[in-house]
């Protein structure tokens, strides 16, 4: 455990500058003696390690001074920002960097560091798809991998819901998403998404780009998917669901699930709740998966809309079920 400590706080004032033992003990919650043996430690071991006395005082480093990994190739490097999805680095070509930098980073800790830290990578995995679905991988995930690190720009031809187009982008980045890959990107008309399965063609061109400047990928992203859900998801359906219906609408989407919570049951155990969705055809196909299990109170649209489509599908099975009779 101190090991780690140590190892801890010389990134700390690696990253951070000057701190106070107060503010390592705080960070560690340990007490400030412990602190200042620790720094004793790092100092015998040969770390420059320095304390200034008075207000503005704290330990530092030595000016210059870094620690890093023996070794440590570039695509290592960067392939420790996939450390947490394996199958993600494997996707997009880094799987086998990945392997080397967590042998060099394994290696290089102290005591017994590397082996519980090699015990642990063994005893959890992430898995990002979605149950019953395979995650969609594109053949030229890997080369747009190389060209969002190298800011290199590229042609594209993109296949949306409305019509194929060909665009040239600077990629800035990369999102898995629910077992889906998105491609961010800049063009003429601005920072947009393209989802990697839906390219159809890709060609490196030979400039570089420069990025936005403060560009925040994951707070982009965060933004862009409030966004798009505030646009997508512009009506309100009201319906009443059985302690059953409420459990399915639950698992059925976060958007159900954040319905559900607010809602309380009546004294008959059914739920009256009010859910956004995206219009009255999508959401009665969405809402039929719970079964007989609720009924819609409004809009009207809506209601009307749940109606046809059971008249349908009751009609289609009763049919069906007098021919096999």
Request: aromatic residues 8%.
């Amino acid at each position: 455990m101190r090991a780690s400590r140590l190892l801890a706080i010389l990134i700390l004032l690696q990253n951070r500058g000057r701190l106070t033992a107060e503010a390592l003990a705080e960070e560690f919650e340990v007490s400030e003696r412990t602190i200042y043996r620790d720094i004793d430690a790092l100092s015998a071991a040969g770390v420059p390690v320095y304390g200034d006395r008075g207000p503005g005082g704290g330990f530092a480093l030595l000016d210059g001074y870094r620690t890093r990994l023996t070794g440590l190739a570039d695509d290592e490097a960067a392939a420790l920002a996939l450390a947490g999805v394996p199958s993600a680095a494997e996707a997009t070509g880094f799987g086998a960097a990945l392997r080397d930098a967590f042998g060099k980073l394994f290696a290089a800790l102290p005591g017994e560091g590397g082996a519980r830290a090699e015990a642990a990578a063994a005893r959890f995995h992430v898995d990002p798809a979605d149950w019953y679905r395979g995650a969609e991988v594109s053949r030229f995930l890997p080369a747009l991998a190389r060209a969002v690190l190298d800011g290199q720009r590229v042609s594209l031809r993109y296949e949306s819901w409305k019509a194929k187009r060909d665009w040239t982008l600077d990629p800035l980045g990369l999102v898995l998403k629910a077992g889906d890959w998105y491609l961010i990107g800049r063009s003429a008309r601005g920072i947009g998404t393209y989802r990697v399965a839906k390219i159809e063609r890709l060609d490196l061109i030979e400039e570089s780009f420069e990025r936005p400047a403060g560009f925040d990928l994951a707070l982009w992203w965060r933004e862009a998917q409030i966004q798009f859900e505030a646009s997508l998801f512009t009506a309100t359906a009201r319906l009443r669901a059985s302690p059953t219906g409420c459990e399915r609408l639950a698992r059925l989407s976060p958007r159900g699930r954040a319905a559900v919570a607010a809602a309380k049951p009546a004294a008959d155990g059914w739920t009256t709740l009010e859910m956004p969705v995206e219009d009255s055809d999508h959401g009665a196909r969405e809402l039929l998966s719970l079964g007989a299990e609720f009924a819609v109170i409004a809009p009207v649209s809506l209601r009307r809309r749940v109606a046809q489509l059971a008249s349908e599908i009751a009609a289609l099975h009763c049919q069906e079920l007098s021919q096999d009779i």
